[in-house]
């Protein structure tokens, strides 16, 4: 009776995928593919930090981009030839 139990313990411990080939060659494949989707994952989220470090230095000056914005505010307002909607900005 305790040589049977055991015998049945063994068996119901037994991984029958992995007597299967093509089931453990597939399990396998979805392993290494998964890892490698976790290693670009990874590397990703590191290019991240590190553009979100250096994100100041890609964006231009505050200052430089409100002397742009009011140089840009009075060549449209000021200038004759500038003016929307005057006869200088219209086809003839």
């Known amino acids: 009776m305790m040589g049977e139990k055991l ?7 037994v991984d029958h995928s ?3 080939f093509d089931f ?3 399990r396998a494949r ?3 593919k998964l890892i490698d989707e976790i290693k670009r994952l990874r590397e990703a989220k590191e290019e ?3 553009f979100e470090r250096e ?3 890609h964006l231009p000056k505050r200052q430089k981009l409100k002397e742009f914005r009011e140089f840009s505010k009075n060549l449209i307002e000021n200038e004759e030839g500038f ?3 005057s006869a200088s900005s219209s086809r003839t």
């Open 7 to 13: 015998q049945f313990d063994l068996k119901s411990n």
């Open 18 to 20: 992995e007597l299967d």
């Open 24 to 26: 453990y060659i597939n």
């Open 30 to 32: 979805n392993d290494s």
């Open 48 to 50: 991240l930090r590190k």
């Open 55 to 57: 994100i100041d230095t």
């Open 83 to 85: 003016i929307r909607g």
